[in-house]
């Protein structure tokens, strides 16, 4: 069965700092990974989206990596905001006929100030 | 407008009733996809169209749930005799091809009661 984990499950950090976050992924066969950010009541919002090729990606204060070897990947966040504040989800897609997501369960991220 | 959108925001219906969510996608995307989102959970794949068709229903929990999308553009999902397990938050996305980004709409709140 396709999974996606994340962890951790929930991350509380001061404003300023930075932080990582890990998604580990059971999906065959691979498209594309995505890091999607989601705050509360609406709905997820793309970040990057990598494929097999691609090890790194930046948009903004966001970077991903891909290891597609290890089936990980990260989202590391520098100086972060207090909109940073929201769900951040991995998704990974499989392509057999069309664009088909498994969704991570998300890491729940607070921003104090 | 310029996004996906999604009616009615929320929905509160009693236990074996009828309900019908609709999905209003961003003009010009052929792909449209429902998820379903537990609280705390990411969000799961229900059914991808591809045009008017059903490209991938595997997703569908079972026979109670239907979809439609007769003209290409706008699409429901139905659920018949509503159980209150069937509260979540319904998520419609759409995409200019199965392989590009998927936009997400605000999704629709079903309460079960």
């Known amino acids: 069965k396709n999974q996606v984990e994340q962890s951790p499950q929930s991350l509380i950090i001061l404003e300023g700092k930075n932080c990582t976050l890990q998604c580990n992924y059971t999906v065959s066969p691979f498209s594309n990974l995505r890091w999607y950010k989601q705050d509360t009541g609406r709905g997820p919002v793309s970040l990057t989206i990598m494929t097999f090729s691609e090890n790194t990606k930046s948009n903004g204060r966001y970077t991903a990596t891909l290891d597609a070897d290890t089936k990980q990947s990260s989202l590391h966040i520098t100086a972060s905001q207090l909109s940073d504040s929201a769900s951040y989800i991995c998704v990974v897609s499989s392509n057999p006929r069309g664009e088909k997501l498994t969704f991570g369960t998300g890491t729940r991220l607070t921003i104090i100030p | 407008g310029a996004g996906v959108s999604q009616t009615p925001s929320n929905k509160v219906t009693e236990k074996g009733k009828y309900v019908e969510l609709r999905c209003d996608p961003i003009?010009?995307?052929?792909?449209l996809y429902w998820y379903r989102q537990s609280l705390g959970q990411g969000p799961e794949f229900l059914i991808y169209?591809?045009?008017?068709?059903?490209?991938?229903d595997s997703g569908l929990p079972n026979d109670r749930f239907f979809a439609v999308r007769p003209e290409g553009s706008v699409s429901t999902l139905k659920i018949q005799r509503t159980e209150r397990g069937d509260s979540a938050v319904y998520l419609c996305?759409?995409?200019?091809?199965?392989?590009?980004?998927?936009?997400f709409g605000p999704g629709t709140r079903l309460t079960v009661l």
């Open positions: 996305a759409s995409s200019f091809t199965p392989l590009s980004e998927q936009f």
């Open positions: 003009s010009g995307h052929t792909a």
């Open positions: 169209f591809q045009g008017t068709g059903a490209a991938d």
